[in-house]
């Protein structure tokens, strides 16, 4: 992964920047003047926003495009964020040197992998207009900011200083500026609006980083704002060594001649993850290689061994050896209500579903998916959905049809979920947008522009199930909205129309207005449900009533069962009616007999949520009588998601026991009972969890 | 004469003879129903006593299980009452009218202009009343009528005035008021050999300017499209007092034969009072499907709902006979239609002085 950009060094060296630039600007980003800005603004703000989480600060980045010259097209551009700011002696490095990262040989989820970065915007900058990129940075520790203006020698492809000075970073409200990082930048450009354009770009950056508060102001002075929506920053995300399974030749060769350890063995085990000391022992005998070789003298044909042991290519006794799966704790996903949350600030709608799947591992690199529907009003109804796609976070927006994750969206029949799709192929029509998120240590794009992700057998599965869950819920949601309209309607029938029948033929005819109870039961002939659920904003607090009516002319008796979002912190308050937990997140109420025209009231509150977190309340029930506004209780798939925690939960202790035992693994050096006792895990036939199960995504049939 | 009019108390007892049906299952317990005729062409069949085509046995219940009917039944109860007030008043309104006085009545109001005509007729059909002892007036304006006939008719000063619809019009020939009964129109006298109602204003005026009525002593009356309920009166007043054929003059299209059938058979949407209105013995003089091939004529396709139409006519039993059945069938092998004014091809003179005299001559009528 590191090739592209290790290559681009290299001959950079050779070449002048400005050759260096013309011959690779494809896949720098600065292949056309729209792209160039698109690309600029990318690498800034990525980086703030790296910055922002590495420091753990909630970031405030402000981006504002100005034109300059339209028809030279020039464009300033400044970008402003919060982060913890560059000292001053390293600001010349960042901005000036090409692959001044420090991220970069860590395999880990991050926004900049390779390329590079911020580096490449001064260069352009240059290039095109002359004008050295301004850069101002404050750091917590020191009183005044850090000015100087930064551009490149091009003859001797060296960064060059000049108007160094410190200064006062005043805010416009007239306070001082904490920490931080501006740059000022001046280069040939242009700002268009549309699908690939800067706006764009921040919308969807806000959607992937709900945390961010973001500021955008147009070439026009429009100000678009799009503000943090949690306060919780992404999970730090921790660096994993290599798997034998992701490894190549190459990596290989370099990690030996590095390496310090003394023997093959204790090289295996500490620097390459998925590996327990009997897994490299039993590597190390399919491949033919003493134990205790020295890593530094490895032959060119046991590095080829090696790694063909490595890929289950080479058998001991006649089996592969097993290898663990790497731990995927590196992986930063957004989370299924932070997405909610996102794509609600930036799409007006009623219906948001979404998705985390379970981490995954494919060659040896972790992965995890993430998806997002959201459907309605406000969305063009004969257009294909709007796709958005991210890698890392990082918005993809170009070459959409040629990516895996527009391809996973495409193999899917969205016509039986309520979609519009001409043969049941290609993007769907219809009111929605389509998220798809995938977090990797290792993103493989189709080219070097890092715009279209490459085919991959697991990953496609995995964006694909994640979208027939939604797709389930899709159509659940069009089926309770059908069904919730013809409640509504029967509630106008016999609340307003029936008697208003009653009144106007007694007035016609003289007589006394009739009795309406019997119609009315006969006109319904039915149990109704209604839920509502509504942000008290006295209270702070999410009020749900659920009401029950029985319009039958027997008495009913039902269990009610209601969905709360219990995994997201929410706590149940001034639940009068008592009921028990059946399950995470599904409460149940047994009630009183209801009789004929009776009608039954519950209500509680969730505390612990924000607005918009929960606006609508499943009712669920037990009973032989239909209950019009809920669903018939699902009495196995209740039992799975039951069966679906208590895996989790023993999966957890194990978790915790492998990590207690960590510690003294290397003195024993002996096979150890963790690896036995995990491997036996993986072994049992007990179907894994996917963790995906829910109550109102499940099934066609329920 | 038969007369199509009630008097206000067998009106309003019709009407809550309604009312009470709703009434009535309030007060069983049950939900309210409206009991009306199946007004398709699947329930219409050939009266023979009045030689018209009328509404059969099927009724249909609309009853207050639906939002839908349910409204429709508070729309109804609303109408009746109005119409009571109207005849209590001496008053009378167009249907347009009441669609927007409907404006006032909350729930029960109308949707669309639409919805307020067919409820009209539904209490018709269900009350074997017409609209006009309702006090409802259509929106729609009758035909024109020129040829040397003669009719008196009451003005509004309550003043008999006696109309030569020759000598005593001007071009756009006399206007047919919406009310032609005998209290309002009486038919005079005539010296005329056959009646020819037009579809188009176009073809109507182009006989009158070639002297076609003068010629031929013929009425010659514009349709106006689909015919309105007073034209098909008149035509069919003047049909049976004067004992005049009548021919019909339309465009050669599968709407034209609706027009024919709802002139001579009755309209399905009034079968209710077809024997008011139907004149059976009138004639399809063309546009006939063979005109076009042997007039050789300027033609259309047949679109695909002119397609669905005549294959719909093809099992409506006002078309069942043997002369209908082929001609529906041949406009669709053909799969052209011809419109009346395609025969100026060979000229302004052709249609009245070949094409008219020699379909007449069939009729033995020229
Ligand atoms: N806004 C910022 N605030 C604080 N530190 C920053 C900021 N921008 C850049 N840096 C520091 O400068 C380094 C170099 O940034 P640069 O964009 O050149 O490379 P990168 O982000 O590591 O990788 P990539 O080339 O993919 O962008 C970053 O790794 C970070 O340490
Ligand atoms: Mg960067």
């Not at chain 1, 080829?304 to 001991?316: D, P, Q, S, T």
Request: charged share 30%; aromatic share 6%; hydrophobic share 35%.
């Amino acid at each position: 992964m590191a090739g592209t950009a290790e290559r681009m060094a290299q001959n950079q060296k050779q070449v002048a920047i400005s050759e260096f630039f013309e011959k690779n600007k494809h896949f720098l980003g600065f292949d056309s003047l729209v792209r160039s800005l698109i690309t600029a603004v990318k690498e800034a703000v990525d980086n703030s926003l790296d910055a922002c989480e590495e420091a753990r600060i909630l970031p405030d980045i402000r981006v504002k495009v100005t034109k300059i010259d339209d028809k030279k097209d020039i464009i300033e551009l400044q970008t402003e964020d919060n982060g913890p700011g560059i000292p001053k002696r390293s600001i010349e490095k960042v901005f000036g040197q090409l692959l001044f990262g420090s991220r970069f040989h860590a395999i880990r989820q991050s926004r900049g992998q390779q390329g590079i970065g911020i580096t490449g915007v001064v260069m352009y900058s240059q290039l095109t207009t002359g004008r050295k990129t301004h850069v101002r940075s404050k750091i917590a520790t020191e009183t005044s900011a850090a000015v100087v203006d930064i551009g490149l020698d091009t003859r001797k492809n060296k960064a060059t200083k000049t108007n160094e000075d410190r200064e006062i970073w005043e805010l416009p409200d007239g306070s001082l500026k904490e920490h931080g990082l501006e740059i000022t930048c001046r280069m040939k450009a242009k700002y268009q609006r549309g699908r690939q354009s800067v706006y764009q770009y921040l919308r969807m950056t806000s959607i992937v980083n709900p945390h961010a508060d973001i500021t955008f102001e147009d070439p026009d002075g429009e100000i678009h704002h799009w503000p943090r929506v949690t306060e919780r920053l992404p999970r730090k995300v921790e660096s994993i060594k290599p798997h034998p399974h992701g490894i190549h030749l190459g990596t290989l060769q370099r990690m030996c001649t590095e390496a310090t350890d003394n023997r093959m063995t204790s090289f295996l085990y500490k620097n390459f993850s998925g590996v327990s000391t009997r897994a490299a022992k039993e590597l190390l005998e399919a491949a033919e290689i003493d134990e205790k070789a020295k890593p530094k003298s490895m032959k060119p044909e046991q590095y080829r061994a090696l790694l063909e042991a490595f890929m289950g290519e080479r058998l001991l006794n006649g089996k592969a050896v097993k290898l663990l799966n790497p731990p995927t704790n590196c992986l930063s996903p957004i989370e299924e209500l932070l997405i909610k949350k996102g794509l609600s600030k930036t799409i007006d709608s009623r219906f948001v579903t979404t998705m985390t799947r379970s981490p995954t591992v494919t060659q040896g690199n972790p992965f995890q998916v993430e998806v997002g529907l959201i459907f309605g009003e406000g969305m063009a109804a004969d257009k294909p959905v709007e796709v958005l796609r991210f890698a890392n976070r990082v918005p993809l927006m170009y070459q959409q049809g040629g990516c895996l994750l527009t391809k996973a969206i495409e193999s899917v029949d969205w016509r039986q979920y309520g979609l519009d799709q001409a043969g049941g192929r290609g993007v769907p029509k219809g009111p929605a947008a389509i998220l798809v998120h995938l977090a990797s240590t290792n993103v493989q794009f189709t080219s070097e522009a890092k715009e279209a992700l490459a085919d991959n057998e697991e990953v496609l599965d995995e964006v694909r199930k994640a979208m027939l869950e939604m797709g389930r819920g899709l159509r659940k949601h069009l089926e309770k909205k059908k069904k919730m309209a013809k409640t509504q309607e029967k509630f106008e029938l016999v609340n307003d129309i029936i008697p208003a029948i009653a009144a106007k033929s007694a007035s016609i005819l003289g007589r006394p207005v009739p009795d309406l109870a019997g119609s009315i039961t006969k006109i319904m002939g039915a149990v109704i449900a209604e839920s509502e659920t509504v942000w008290n904003k006295e209270t702070k607090q999410t009020d749900v009533t659920i009401t029950l009516f029985n319009y039958t002319s027997r008495a009913r008796a039902y269990t009610l069962l209601a969905a709360w979002p219990e995994k997201d912190g929410a706590v149940m308050e001034g639940n009068a009616n008592g009921g028990r937990k059946e399950a995470t997140g599904v409460w149940a109420w047994k009630l009183d007999t209801l009789e004929p025209g009776q009608t039954f009231v519950l209500s509680y509150s969730l505390s612990g949520l924000e607005k918009g977190d929960w606006t609508d309340t499943d009712v669920f029930y037990r009973g032989s009588q239909e209950v019009i506004g809920a669903t018939k209780m699902d009495e196995k798939l209740l039992e799975e998601i039951r069966r679906q925690e208590s895996v989790l939960a023993d999966e957890d202790d194990e978790a915790a026991a492998e990590e207690a035992e960590d510690e003294d693994d290397l003195e024993d050096g002996e096979d150890d009972v963790k690896n036995t006792v995990a491997e036996e895990a993986a072994e049992n036939d007990d179907p894994k969890p996917t963790g995906q199960q829910t109550l109102m995504g499940y099934g066609s049939d329920a | 004469m038969m007369s199509a009019s009630h008097t206000p108390e067998e009106t309003k007892a019709a009407l809550h003879n309604v009312v009470t049906e709703m009434y009535d299952k309030i007060v069983k317990g049950e939900p309210p129903t409206m009991t009306l005729p199946v007004r398709t062409k699947n329930n219409i069949g050939f009266d023979t006593k009045l030689g018209v085509y009328k509404y059969g046995k099927k009724r249909s219940i609309r009853d207050a299980t639906s939002l839908g009917s349910a409204k429709q039944l508070l729309r109804a109860l609303h109408v009746v009452e109005f119409i009571e007030e109207m005849i209590d008043a001496r008053k009378s309104s167009t249907l347009r009218e009441m669609y927007y006085i409907s404006e006032g009545w909350g729930l029960g109001k109308f949707s669309s202009q639409n919805e307020s005509n067919n409820l009209a007729e539904d209490l018709e059909v269900v009350t074997k009343c017409m609209r006009e002892d309702f006090k409802l007036r259509p929106e729609e304006d009758g035909a024109r009528i020129i040829g040397n006939l003669t009719l008196r008719e009451l003005n509004r000063r309550g003043e008999w005035m006696r109309i030569n619809a020759r000598d005593d019009v001007g071009d756009s020939g006399y206007g047919v008021p919406y009310n032609v009964e005998e209290e309002k129109i009486e038919l005079v006298e005539h010296d005329l050999n056959f009646i020819m109602a037009i579809e188009t204003g176009g073809m109507f005026d182009r006989l009158i300017e070639n002297g076609f009525d003068e010629a031929y002593k013929c009425g010659l009356v514009h349709l106006k499209g689909q015919p309105a309920r007073s034209t098909r009166r008149i035509l069919k007043r003047m049909s049976e007092e004067w004992d005049l054929p009548v021919v019909v003059f339309l465009d050669g299209d599968p709407w034209s034969f609706r027009i024919f059938a709802s002139i001579a058979y009755g309209a399905i949407k009034t079968a209710h009072i077809s024997e008011y209105l139907a004149t059976p013995t009138a004639t399809y003089l063309g546009i006939t499907a063979d005109d076009i091939e042997a007039y050789d004529l300027p033609n259309d396709d047949l679109s695909a709902r002119d397609v669905e139409a005549l294959k719909a006519e093809l099992s409506d039993p006002r078309f069942a006979d043997a002369w209908w059945q082929e001609q529906i069938n041949m406009m669709l092998e053909l799969g052209k239609k011809a419109e009346q004014q395609s025969l100026a091809k060979y000229g302004l003179d052709f249609v009245t002085d070949t094409y008219l005299p020699e379909k007449l001559a069939e009729l033995g009528l020229a």
